[in-house]
């Protein structure tokens, strides 16, 4: 399917103008340095194959992983290079996890003062059982002081350098705990640039579908800043009903685009009014997997880790291809380049796109659960002291998820 999309104004995030509508969402072990710049190159040309021009904006927003606060102020080595970006990377786009007001802020306070961010985006998403547990992420704007404070500090610290300040979030805890309505608006009220909303619950993780019409009711709620849609967007086609179905301002793209960075080629080119879309041969896609690799190499400064890293990415960009059992097992423990590429040789490369092999969902939906939190935290709004020394415990000592 080939539809074109009607055409969308640019994204106004603060002062950085986003010339396709769409972010790239930030996922731990997946959206760092290397993997932004080639999502970067192919939303650049699904803009310039669209007519698009290269005037003052991004193609795209482009989101890092998840940095921890406290490990952002305590400097550690993991979160100083998780918030490395290409020397043409911009908006420098970082997102900040944390439970704590003073620690939040003291993290922004340090990417402005030291000029490592243009944008920050904070998480109140994460459903995993070890940041809800301790009532971050996805939990936490059921407490809703907490959440107001978080934001507004964050907007202090930015706000008076020009930073933009964005919150992605959730429908809430479970269908018995909505939070988004009343999160939306008052991350609005607190002088927020955008607000984001992945249309699913804690509870459903990944699971099941995302109820669009969720986002649909957030953008009717907050109306002085753009409201961004995210969940189930495999394809530009399904990014185009997105935005058609629910009146949001932009889509927010995560596992849509895993192995497949030329997704936003196409959502660019969608989001310009044009039908181009990339479905590559098997020697193309090895082309841009080999080069993916080489960029991790890069990042991480040694050939080893870089190809530890790649392996998790093999089976996404294989997806659909006729491979074998037995050389995909073998792709999935490279250690070398050299290994890579004799592996890459032995691939049947003039495969085309397999197309309902290859489109639709990416990475792992798990099953619905219910979501870890502290004790009694769905009690009340409001924290006890119990929680809030919880809470205070909450902030991982490792960024990235």
Known sequence: MTVAAPVLPPLQIGPHTIDSPVVLAPMAGITNRAFRRLCREYGDEGLAAAGGTDASGSSCLYVSEMITSRALVERTPVSMKLIEHDPGESPRSVQLYGVDPVTVGAAVRMLVEENRADHVDLNFGCPVPKVTRKGGGSALPWKTELFRGIVRSAVREAGANGIPVTVKMRVGIDVDHETFLDAGRIAEDEGVAAVALHARTAAQAYSGEADWSRIAELKQAVTSVPVLGNGDIWSAEDAVRMVEETGCDGVVVGRGCLGRPWLFTDLAAAFAGSRVRVEPTLEEVCRVLRRHAELLVDFHGDEGKGC??????????????????????????????????????????????????????????????????????????????????????????????
Request: net charge negative; no cysteine.
């Open 308 to 401: 530890r890293d790649i392996r998790k990415h093999i089976a996404w960009y294989t997806k659909g291809f006729r491979v074998g059992g037995q050389l995909r097992h073998q792709l999935a423990l490279v250690d070398t380049l050299s290994d890579l590429d004799r592996l890459i040789e032995g691939l049947d490369l003039d495969q085309g796109w397999p197309r309902d092999g290859a489109d639709g969902q990416r990475g792992r939906a798990g099953s619905p659960r219910v979501v870890a939190l502290p004790d009694r935290w769905l009690e009340s709004r409001e924290l006890d002291e119990a929680q809030r020394a919880a809470v205070a415990q909450a902030e991982l000592d490792v960024s990235g998820g």
